[in-house]
């Protein structure tokens, strides 16, 4: 059986400023589920990046072994991409990171991905502060295998054989926080409006950008019974903000009362504009966040939203002091300077 993908598009179709209309940023035509939240998820990163202007080819996209990591051929076909071994992502995109820290970085995995086999990867790329998106496309089970409780699945839950999970779950984005995460968002694949912002906020961050998305299983996890599905995750959200994207050059003034908003200024002077909600949280504040996440789970609340974010960290490169030049483009003369130099290096440690 062939999948085609459709090559009409409306010939009125808007352009960003770099001339591309948003069918440039689309991949294969996807073979998962119909109505699967995953496919959601890619058109939402495919739309960040029209809106933000990025070049596809100045984009790596990563990804493990299950369902969402097979997404990202879905979405920018002229980008670079490496399906790598299950779990085990973040290394490769450690690797490739520090050999070219000049492309944009999007890790794509799943939670079996991630809180299971990839969990001790997971653990290191966040302390590390690895400039990268880090996406966990989040359905609480095991969609490839027919759809057995992953990690993340809640205690209590029931799936779509009738089975009630024992265990307590792996919460991914409190974990992300308590580890060190310098930008930590929630979201719901079926809520395009919050997400986009989100990964727009995500991919202009400098440092490790984790955001978790719920994304329901429509053939083995939508049921009744399962926090993971459509219905329960639409109840049950809680939203930590209304805010928006606002890239510098467009600068939007706002008219809100004194205290109500809070605008973020990012590395690249790039701002995300904030609407609180909540007087008791903060979303600068690491302590005032893992507290939010963790009143919303006694609630039975999923919290949605930018959770945390530390606007002032170094990622990788700048606690390792790398060269400026990204390492895959030193020459032979940059990496052996002669002996005399190798000499004079050598005489410094006698």
Not at 10 to 34: I, M, Q, R
Not at 292 to 314: R, S
């Amino acid at each position: 059986m062939s999948y085609l993908r459709s090559k009409f598009r409306h010939p009125a179709l808007p352009k960003n400023d770099l001339g591309y209309t948003v069918d440039y940023y689309e991949g294969s035509l996807s073979t998962l589920c119909a109505g699967c939240g995953h496919d959601s998820i890619s058109a939402a990163v495919a739309e960040a990046c029209f809106q933000m202007n990025i070049e596809p080819h100045k984009v790596a996209k990563l990804s493990g072994i299950g369902c969402s990591s097979k997404t990202p051929a879905y979405f920018l076909s002229n980008s670079h991409g490496f399906n790598s071994v299950h779990g085990r992502m973040p290394s490769v995109a450690t690797g490739a990171n520090l050999a070219n820290k000049d492309l944009i970085y999007l890790g794509v995995s799943g939670d079996g991905d991630t809180a299971s086999i990839g969990m001790g990867q997971f653990v290191h790329v966040v302390r590390r502060n690895l400039n990268m998106v880090y996406i966990v496309m989040n359905n609480g089970c095991y969609g490839l295998t027919k759809g057995q409780d992953s990690a993340t699945a809640d205690h209590g839950s029931k799936n779509k054989t009738g089975h009630i999970n024992l265990f307590e779950s792996i919460d991914l984005s409190s974990l992300a926080i308590e580890l060190g995460a310098t930008f930590v968002g929630q979201s719901f694949s079926g809520d395009k409006e919050q997400l986009i912002p989100l990964i727009k906020a995500a991919m202009s961050h400098q440092g490790f950008a984790f955001l978790n998305v719920i994304s329901p299983c429509v053939t083995f996890n939508n049921n009744v019974g399962s926090t993971k599905s459509y219905d329960y995750v639409r109840e049950h959200q809680e939203t930590t903000a209304t805010f928006d994207f606002v890239p510098l050059a467009r600068e939007i003034k706002t008219t809100y009362e004194e205290g109500s908003t809070q605008n973020l200024t990012m590395h690249d002077g790039s701002v995300i504009q904030l609407h609180k909600l909540a007087k008791d949280w903060n979303p600068l504040d690491r302590i005032s966040a893992m507290n939010a996440v963790g009143n919303a789970k006694v609630n039975g609340e999923i919290l949605t939203g930018l959770l945390y974010m530390n606007p002032d960290t170094q990622d990788l490169h700048e606690i390792l002091d790398t060269s400026e030049t990204p390492l895959n483009s030193l020459t032979e003369k940059d990496l052996c300077p002669g002996s005399e130099i190798l000499k004079g290096i050598n005489d410094s440690f006698r």
